[in-house]
C-alpha cells in the first residue's frame, strides 16, 4: 500500500515514515527537504505544499494520506507562513484527498488546540483559552484543525490526532529544529509560561493511538 506522508523530513513525519515503511508500506515523501535516511521513505515527492496542483498529483494513487507537516514557530515574523502551510496547506490536502478513490486522511494537529483546563486533563472536547490563541501558531493549528473536522463532517474519511510537545533526535541530525525551538522558548522568559509542560518522544506522538474501529493499524 502507498502511503503519502506529508513533512516527512520533520521530526514526527520522519518518525512516522519509518513507522510506516516498516509495518510495510510504500512511503511517499511530500516535503520541500529530502527527508533524514531513517525515514526510509520509497519516493521524495519535493513540492511546495501551497502548490495545490502538485499535491494533487501526489495524492493521486496514494490508498491513505498522513498530514504531518507544519509551520511550527512562535515567531510573528513567520505568521504568513504559518497561515499558508498549518491552514491552507491543510485544506489543500483534504481536498485532494479528496478526490478519486475513498482514502483516510490523518491530520496532524496539536494539543494545543485542545486547552489548557485549569484543574484536569483537556479532552477533544476542549478548547484552547482566548488568551492562547493570541500565539500565531496555536491560532492557525486550531484554525487547521477545523477545516480537517469540517471535512469530516462533510463526510471525508478524517482522523486528528494532536500530539503534545515532541522532542527528540534522529541519528542523520543532532537535533530536529522543532525540538531546538521547544528547548528554546521553554527556557526563556516569558514565554516559558505558555509553553504546555507535556511532553512525549516523537517514537510515541503518532500514530497516536488512535485506532479505527475493526482494525489492527493505528490509523490507517
Known sequence: MRVLVTGASGLIGAHV?????DAGAEVRALCRT?????AAVADHVAVDLRDGAAVARAVEDCA???HVAAVYSYARADVGAMEAVNVAA????????ARGRRRRVVVTSSSATCGPVPGRAATEADAPPAWELRIPYKRTKLAGERVALE???????VVVVNPTTTIGPLKSTQMMPSSATQLRYSCA???ASVISPAFQSATSAMPAKKRAPGRADPVL
Open 17 to 21: 515514515a519509518r513507522e510506516l515503511a
Open 34 to 38: 529530502a527527508p533524514p535516511p531513517e
Open 64 to 66: 491513505a494520506v498522513l
Open 90 to 97: 491543510t485544506r489543500a490536502v483534504l481536498d485532494a484527498s
Open 151 to 157: 471535512a469530516a463532517r462533510q463526510g471525508q474519511d
Open 189 to 191: 522568559e516569558p514565554t
